[in-house]
């Protein structure tokens, strides 16, 4: 069913319905998560959404009610692909009329990928040489996280 319906939402209904469909059903404002994830070696998590145009970014996920952000995040990446990441710290707040994605930044740790319907391939791809079909706002999201966290990131999570 899920499989189905996520069909339907890629290649049938047109993007101007899928915002109606979206504040329709979610509350006054939807909370989005977003995760830039490196690994030891300065890599970036991608996955490859099989719901998207554009199928190539970072991870990202929709808050529950009653939920943490880093919790929200992390269960979004365990249910999608079954890998594990460990959260540094929040980025930044990016916030339209109807919308907040809060931007979180940490390290990939591993695990075993499992597919799901909506991940169904990642890799670790080096700042230069990211995936062909990224989102290109994600491209410049990755980099300005890079410059920005960088120190951090090396101190707290051993990132070269």
């Known amino acids: 069913m899920q499989k189905c319906l996520l069909t339907l939402w890629k ?12 504040r329709l059903l979610s509350h ?22 099989t719901y998207r145009p554009i ?10 009610r ?14 999608e692909s079954g890998l ?5 710290g929040v980025y930044k707040a990016d ?15 591993g695990g075993t990928f499992i597919p799901s319907p909506e991940v169904d391939n ?9 995936p062909q079909g990224i989102h290109h706002p994600q491209v410049i999201l990755i980099k ?3 410059r920005d966290w960088h120190d951090r990131l090396s101190e707290n999570a051993g990132i070269r």
Do not use: Y
């Open 11 to 22: 290649h049938v209904i047109p993007e101007k319905l899928k915002c109606h469909i979206s």
């Open 28 to 49: 006054r404002f939807n909370v989005g998560l977003v995760g830039v994830f490196f690994d030891r070696d300065g890599k970036v998590l991608c996955f490859h959404h």
């Open 55 to 64: 199928p190539w970014g970072v991870p990202t996920g929709g808050l529950n």
């Open 66 to 79: 009653a939920e943490q952000p880093s919790a929200g995040l992390l269960r979004e990446i365990k249910e």
């Open 84 to 88: 594990e990441v460990e959260i540094i």
């Open 95 to 109: 916030v339209d009329r109807s919308r907040m994605d809060i931007i979180m930044v940490g390290r990939f740790i």
């Open 122 to 130: 990642w890799g670790l791809f080096a700042r230069d040489a990211l």
């Open 144 to 146: 300005d996280v890079w």
